[in-house]
């Protein structure tokens, strides 16, 4: 592991420490529907929707610093009805798409057990249910909501549906497929799915690392997301655009150089309650 990585996994495994005594999720029960970087057209979602029936509350003490009525707005939003709570230390929860009780009052101050609404379809819902997200105001960054709640079972590793090497010329190898590729520089992409369950919906998992012959190449992390200049950006061995990871064949590790001789590449995705999937593939480089 790089000095790099471990001051990341320092700085989750802080983070959650820090926040998990306090944070709870809005909803009992419910399905995760689409969770913290998946894939959505190109897009990483920001935040946790679940398809559910019920009360929302808050995850925990906050103060309501914005609440927006679809109904008697201008300017129509994907989340629908929603409000943003200030949970103290820099930390912002956003609850959203949920059903608009215009006579409800939300107050000012909001205590754990303090019903804010009930799951609905407002906004780009599907389904009745409810968005959720958190948003670090210091560091503006949104974080992914299951680093610091914990709760969610799962106990079924990740799904690596297919490893794609692309080359230069934008020819594509599938190293389950092939032993022998050009020397050369190539883009690696990998097609990996959490299978938390019960769902029935296509996750993002938490972590993806891909090493060659014993060398780390590309780490991608679905912990934080910022954004820059009206684009969201990822964590891959540092920041970079969704642009240069989301893309139809899968997610995209970066590029690596091969040259001749013999190659093992090891991908690895593992999911938010750390179990893993690794697959490896041996080729010859000509």
Request: net charge neutral; hydrophobic share 40%; charged share 20%.
């Amino acid at each position: 592991m790089t000095q790099n990585r471990r001051l990341w996994a320092l700085c989750a495994f802080l983070f959650a420490a820090f926040f998990a005594w306090a944070i709870d999720w809005p909803v009992k029960g419910g399905t995760l529907i689409s969770n913290f970087g998946r894939d959505e057209g190109g897009i990483p979602a920001l935040g946790n929707s679940f398809a559910a029936s019920g009360s929302i509350f808050p995850a925990d003490v906050g103060e309501l610093i914005f609440s927006h009525d679809p109904e008697n707005s201008r300017f129509p939003s994907p989340l629908g009805s929603w409000l943003a709570l200030d949970h103290g230390d820099n930390l912002v929860g956003v609850y959203g798409r949920y059903e608009n009780h215009r006579e409800r009052l939300i107050p000012s101050v909001v205590e754990k057990g303090t019903v804010l609404a009930s799951t609905g379809t407002s906004g780009w819902a599907r389904e009745e249910g409810l968005y959720f997200g958190l948003f670090d105001r210091r560091e503006r960054r949104w974080i992914n909501p299951s680093v610091i709640i914990s709760g969610l079972e799962d106990t079924r590793p990740p799904v690596i549906r297919q490893v794609e090497l692309r080359s230069a010329a934008g020819t594509p190898f599938n190293p389950a497929l092939t032993r022998n590729i050009p020397q050369g520089l190539y883009t690696i992409y990998v097609d990996a799915v959490d299978t938390i369950a019960p769902t029935r919906e296509i996750l993002a998992p938490n972590r993806i690392t891909c090493a060659v012959n014993g060398e780390g190449t590309g780490m991608l992390s679905f912990e934080t997301l910022a954004a820059k200049n009206g684009k969201r950006i990822v964590y891959r061995n540092g920041p970079v655009s969704a642009e240069q990871v989301y893309a139809p064949q899968g997610f995209g590790l970066g590029e690596i150089r091969f040259t001749r001789g013999q190659a093992t590449i090891v991908i690895e995705a593992q999911d938010m309650a750390g179990n893993n999937h690794t697959v490896t593939y041996r080729l010859n480089v000509e």
